[in-house]
């Protein structure tokens, strides 16, 4: 992304120009370059964050989703162990919870990649998992910005979906700080307090804006997209919770997984994503994430509804 390295370094010098910046541009999934950035660098620690994250698109985009989730994981995080990293930090999602979509399930193979590669002799794995980012990159707070400002409407998918959201600097804060606490193999859930009604955004924002939803700006629900649940959760049943020396940081006790299975199948999807085998990435990504249970195809023959709050009614 040259637009983001380049803007990163400009703000970066601007703000820090003590600061020792070394840019590089390249693919992460590339073991050169992550080879090359951790013999130019030489980090303390190494903080993961690159993902394609778009729910709807990637249940049509499997090959680019396991390529970037899973395999450019596995490669960043190894080199980081053979270059005797001290900490590696996984930037995870809520959706890894038992997963309903392709981001779900590449993102909890990614969580397991990292676990397998775990040694305490070595580089420790950290992983942080949380949900939405207020105003982030793809976030539905600039698209509802964006709609407002045309006069409407503005777009939810269903009228009861919820999600859990922190704004940037609240997650970037505990993400640093979960690592700083972290041991190895930890998984940490940052506490998002409760989750928030997509409705309920929707229609503050509009009144931020000086109009009233459904008099000014209409609201329609356009039916969920393939491979979004109404609701997500924050933690898994078999994966006990424990607090942290920080309030809003939860451990949770790491499901045991099998390196050797792990590794099989990382190297399976690496062959397959050569031939760009959708089927065999299919039932591999299945396979090595038993609890992926796909959400059933959403059929694009819903009635659209316009909801109008102010007066309590709606019409198809």
Do not use: W
Not at 132 to 160: C, H, M, W, Y
Not at 292 to 312: D, G, L, Q, S
């Amino acid at each position: 992304d040259e637009l983001a390295l380049t803007t990163t370094v400009a703000a970066l010098q601007r703000d820090f120009p003590d600061l020792d910046c070394v840019p590089l541009l390249g693919d992460c999934g590339d073991p050169a370059v992550i080879a090359h950035a951790l013999r130019l660098s030489e980090p303390d620690a190494v903080f993961h964050a690159a993902a394609y994250k778009q729910v709807p698109l990637l249940e049509e985009q499997l090959r680019e989703a396991v390529r970037n989730n899973v395999l450019a994981t596995d490669t960043v995080s190894s080199a980081c162990q053979n270059a005797g990293v001290g900490t590696f930090v996984l930037i995870s999602t809520d959706k890894a919870v038992d997963p309903v979509n392709v981001l779900g399930a590449t993102k909890r193979l990614a969580e397991m990649a990292c676990q397998a590669l775990a040694d305490r002799r070595s580089t420790r794995f950290v992983t942080v998992r949380f949900g939405n980012v207020l105003d982030s990159a793809g976030s539905v707070v600039p698209l509802f910005r964006e709609q407002i400002r045309k006069g409407g409407p503005v777009t939810v998918t269903d009228p009861e979906v919820t999600r859990f959201f922190m704004t940037i600097p609240e997650a970037c804060q505990l993400i640093l700080q979960a690592s700083a606490i972290g041991s190895h193999e930890a998984v940490y859930t940052l506490d998002m307090g409760e989750p928030v009604a997509i409705r309920l955004l929707a229609e503050q924002m509009i009144r931020l804006a000086g109009k009233q939803p459904g008099r000014d700006i209409a609201i329609v629900y356009s039916g969920l997209r393939p491979g979004e649940k109404l609701h997500e959760t924050l933690f898994h049943a078999d994966e006990r919770y424990r607090p942290t020396v920080h309030p809003k940081i939860l451990q949770a006790e790491a499901r045991a997984v099998s390196a050797e299975t792990i590794r099989l199948a990382v190297d399976r999807m690496r062959e397959a994503t050569a031939r760009y085998d959708l089927d065999a990435l299919s039932s591999l990504l299945r396979a090595a994430v038993p609890e992926f249970a796909p959400a059933p195809p959403v059929h694009a023959t819903h009635a659209t509804v316009v909801a109008f709050p102010a007066r309590n009614a709606r019409r198809t």
